[in-house]
């Protein structure tokens, strides 16, 4: 019950309570509400003025600009053409010093190019030489040493090796009479040991006694004269060897006197010829050398210009990039010039257009 009494005894206190007295400054808040109007109403009238002027200012500051512009114009187009002089003075000497970087470069291509091909290719052993037999012996033989001191040469191994003779034998009636006889030929190694070993029955072609008349009847006034010769040209593909280790150095051939005989043929003159035959594919790459040569060069000319564009373009291009980083940190500094008056003309307009208002709402709040 006491707390109900105390509630009702504060609501009748509160109902009966005096209200608070106005504020003292009440006046001078009217004041400045009416002076805030009356400068609003202003600033609204007053406003095409302003806007107009604006412009005018805007309208002057293009026509100074121009006049700057039209003033720099004739600095600017000389420098327009120093830049275009220099550059193209820049052109030259450029185009000169990658001429010559590219020139050498074509030239070590092709000296590494024309290497590697001579280094890859193997050429056939082509040779021809007098063999001269030793008839002091049984059975007369003849050496040809691949050591020579005038020209020595080897060959290369995997070549196929034709060894041939050609004897030049005159019809002697000793020839005609022996008849048959024996050619034997070996290759030899360094140790002197026998790679291969070849031997086949050899004689002169045959002619009857009416064909030799015959012949020296109508060749007799060129036989007199010395211009023909009572001689025979025999050829004997002897030996065909395939060459692997060990190497052959040297190549004997052997006279021998057909069984039961002793009497041995009449020479004018012998020859050896060795001819060596590579695989197909170093045969191939033999005939198609110089194709090769061009096709590595170009590969290792365009693999070096790479090589110079990737890891040593300044070399390749001084003028340019000398050119270029000057270039850059001029258009930087342009950049950053222009960046910076453009934020100051930004800042000005800024402070040219801002307002000198003040709001109702900010004037209440201040004296509130």
Same mark, same amino acid.
């Given at each position: 019950m006491r707390i109900l009494q105390n509630k009702t005894m504060k609501e009748q206190d509160n109902q009966l309570k005096i209200p608070e007295p106005l504020r003292a400054d009440w006046f001078m808040v009217l004041v400045t509400i009416q002076a805030d109007l009356i400068y609003n109403a202003l600033v609204v009238l007053s406003s095409p003025f302003f806007l107009l002027y604006? @412009?005018?200012?805007?309208?002057?500051v293009t026509v100074s600009a121009a006049e700057k512009a039209?003033?720099?114009?004739p600095a600017r187009i000389a420098g327009g053409a120093g830049r275009v002089v220099r550059r193209t003075w820049f052109g030259i000497l450029g185009a000169c010093h990658v001429s010559m970087v590219m020139v050498l470069a074509l030239i070590l291509a092709v000296v590494i190019g024309v290497g590697i091909v001579s280094l890859y290719v193997e050429k056939p052993v082509v040779v021809r030489d007098r063999l001269f037999f030793d008839y002091t012996e049984e059975n007369p033989s003849a050496v040809f040493s691949f050591d020579k001191k005038k020209r020595s040469f080897s060959v290369p191994v995997g070549h196929s090796v034709h060894v041939s003779l050609v004897l030049w034998m005159p019809e002697s009636e000793i020839n005609r009479r022996i008849g048959v006889f024996q050619l034997k030929v070996e290759l030899l190694s360094l140790k002197g040991e026998t790679i291969a070993? @070849? @031997?086949?029955?050899?004689?002169?072609?045959?002619?009857?006694?009416? $064909?030799r008349l015959a012949r020296t009847f109508v060749m007799s006034v060129p036989l007199i004269a010395? $211009?023909?010769?009572?001689a025979q040209t025999m050829r004997i593909d002897a030996l065909k060897h395939q060459e692997k280790m060990p190497r052959t150095k040297a190549v004997r051939a052997t006279l021998i006197p057909r069984a039961q005989t002793r009497t041995l043929p009449q020479l004018y003159e012998a020859e050896i010829v060795i001819n060596s035959k590579p695989p197909w594919i170093k045969r191939m790459a033999y005939n198609w050398k110089w194709t090769l040569c061009v096709w590595t060069s170009m590969y290792l000319y365009v693999a070096i210009l790479t090589a110079l564009l990737w890891c040593f373009r300044p070399v390749l291009f001084p003028y340019t990039s000398s050119r270029t980083i000057s270039e850059s940190e001029n258009l930087e500094i342009e950049v950053v010039e222009e960046e910076q008056e453009q934020v100051m003309e930004r800042r000005r307009r800024e402070r040219r257009n801002q307002p000198r208002r003040r709001n109702f709402a900010t004037t209440q709040k201040s004296y509130t």
């Open positions: 604006r @412009s005018y200012r805007r309208a002057v039209v003033k720099r114009a070993r @070849s @031997s086949q029955p050899c004689m002169l072609r045959f002619r009857s006694k009416p $064909i010395g $211009i023909a010769n009572e």
